[in-house]
């Protein structure tokens, strides 16, 4: 287990799913956190819990549209740890429709959350990771790497994602910032089958599971891991890689 004292991690979308996995896996790495997420009772219950397991953690509620933002959440993870060495863009937003069924409204929206959102915050935090050299860690999504029906918007904006982790990762190479992506398929998060509980949910996620070649849906534990390893220096010499944790979907 990596031990880096004293260093300072931020998590967007920290309140649930793979963001709080993430979050919990950077933690044993010996992290300080600066959580992100828009639930502040979530947020502040992780933030209480890390602390009290002996990771010193702070929860800012923040809206990732909000342009205000990416420079506040940096100054919060300063200011309380004097440092930032990694950061986790992994607040994102998902609707499902084709072109013909998606509205303007939604494409913006999703285009901000997921992209806008990535761009923002990673340009915020570049200052503070070239003092000493750090990661960014981009959750992006199998559907970045081939097509996806009945998704273009979000399938679209992770694209995006995608080749702006190569494209940050060629521009600062140079400074000591690595900047990789994980791009997971389904994963068991209240994203995926939202509003279906209960026993139908299970028959939805064993369904889902059924089509992919290790033969279920992922679990957020299964992304938070392969996140920790590229913050971490066992991934030094990698930069721009986009990685695929989907049970072998995309390679179907």
């Known amino acids: ?41 979530e947020g502040a219950a992780l933030a209480n819990s890390l602390t009290a397991h002996g990771t010193p953690a702070q929860f800012v509620r923040a809206d990732l549209s909000d342009r205000a933002a990416p420079d506040i959440i940096v100054r919060a993870a300063l200011d309380s740890f004097g440092r930032l060495d990694v950061l986790i863009n992994n607040a994102g937003a998902l609707i499902h429709g084709t072109a013909e069924e998606t509205p303007d409204d939604d494409w913006d929206r999703i285009m901000d959350v997921n992209t806008g959102a990535v761009f923002r915050m990673s340009r915020a935090a570049m200052p503070a990771l070239r003092v000493q050299g750090g990661a960014i860690v981009n959750i992006a999504s199998d559907w970045a790497l081939v097509g996806a029906r009945g998704a273009v918007a979000y399938a679209v904006s992770k694209a995006a994602v995608a080749q702006m982790t190569r494209c940050m990762a060629l521009d600062h190479a140079a400074e000591g910032i690595r900047i990789n992506a994980v791009c997971p398929g389904d994963t068991d998060t209240p994203m995926l089958a939202a509003g279906v509980s209960g026993a139908a949910r299970a028959d939805r996620l064993a369904a889902l599971g059924a089509a992919i070649p290790m033969g279920r849906v992922g679990t957020p534990e299964d992304v938070a891991r392969v996140a920790a390893f590229l913050a971490s220096d066992a991934a030094g010499y990698m930069t721009g890689a986009l990685i695929p944790v989907d049970g072998g979907a995309s390679a179907d």
């Open 1 to 41: 287990m990596d031990q880096h004292h004293g260093t300072c991690a931020i998590v967007t979308g920290a309140t649930s799913g793979i963001g709080m996995a993430i979050a919990r896996a950077l933690a044993a790495q010996g992290h300080a956190l600066l959580l992100v997420g828009r639930r502040q009772a």
